[in-house]
């Protein structure tokens, strides 16, 4: 039962850190770790590990012996996966079906969008913590 815990566990971080690389793809090579999927990561990371690794050894009875347990972290690796596939396939479509680039025609600033971004970023940091 110890190694398909371990496997479940590989399989869910795993998971987890493929859907990110992907969605981190879309961003130029020096925004590329600092973009709000990679924040969102890292700040849901010690929950996480904490929820997955850490709360069975303490909250339950067999500890990660249960297979209730295993169960669930597989179910929320599939949850994962299958969420990684529809970005993929709704990327995939959006590429040469969307509605915005076809019917407006307006420019965005680079510049406006990087202020407004850190912006957000930094009310969502200081939400968090208070």
């Known amino acids: 039962m110890l190694i398909l815990y371990l496997i479940n566990l590989l399989a869910y971080f795993y998971v987890q850190i493929l ?9 130029k090579k020096e925004d590329r770790f600092f973009n709000p999927f990679n924040i969102i990561f890292i700040s849901q990371l010690p929950v996480d590990f904490l929820r997955v690794v850490v709360g069975p050894l303490f909250l339950l009875e067999n500890g990660v012996s249960n297979k209730y347990y295993n169960i669930a972290i597989f179910c929320s690796t599939l949850s994962f996966f299958v969420d990684y596939l529809l970005l993929k ?17 307006f420019s965005i600033r680079e510049n406006r969008i990087k202020v407004a971004s850190r912006f957000f970023i930094f009310y ?3 939400v968090y913590f208070y």
């Open 19 to 27: 859907k990110l690389r992907y969605l981190s793809k879309f961003f």
């Open 89 to 105: 396939i709704t990327f995939f479509v959006s590429k040469k079906y969307t509605f915005v680039t076809s019917s407006f025609d």
């Open 124 to 126: 969502f940091l200081f």
